[in-house]
């Protein structure tokens, strides 16, 4: 579980992460550098839920060496899907984190919503929806790895 307190924001207690995958964690299917390394951490805290369409057919191999669930979007509105996720687990406790505007939902409807601003860039719906927007996936993961540093970011 990830605990963090942030004055004026409260105490938050995760204990699901739901990620993205192209554009998030991964650039034309491919996961970016590093990023293995940080979810095989953040796995022995949360639960690591990997959302996709899929676009590229890699999530499966990509994601192999690390504990997670994989959701495969098959409908025609990924948004949605994505929303229903997030309420089935739970939006209080939960974070989530992605770059593309079939994001900006589900990160609303979290507790914690981390925005992606990545080599594919990110839909401003998504980042005006966050309440923590990074340039990298790498620290996006950091924060949720490291506590205090997004306890930092959020208080008032």
């Not at 953040?42 to 504990?67: K, M, N, P, Y």
């Amino acid at each position: 579980m990830i605990i963090f307190e942030a004055s004026g924001w409260g105490r938050r207690k995760i204990e699901h992460v739901v990620l993205d995958f192209n554009g998030t964690l991964a650039t034309d299917g491919l996961l970016e550098p590093n990023v293995d390394e940080r979810l095989q951490k953040l796995s022995i805290r949360a639960r690591i839920h990997i959302c996709s369409a899929d676009f590229h057919g890699t999530v499966a191999d990509q994601t192999r060496h690390f504990e997670t669930a994989l959701k495969i979007l098959k409908g025609p509105n990924q948004s949605q899907e994505k929303v229903e996720f997030v309420r089935s687990l739970g939006p209080l406790k939960t974070a989530a984190v992605g770059a593309g505007r079939n994001d900006a939902q589900m990160i609303k409807e979290a507790t914690l919503g981390i925005a992606i601003i990545g080599r594919e860039g990110a839909s401003p719906k998504t980042i005006a929806g966050a309440e923590v927007v990074c340039v990298d996936i790498l620290d996006a993961l950091d924060l949720l790895l490291k506590p205090k540093r997004l306890a930092a970011t959020l208080q008032r």
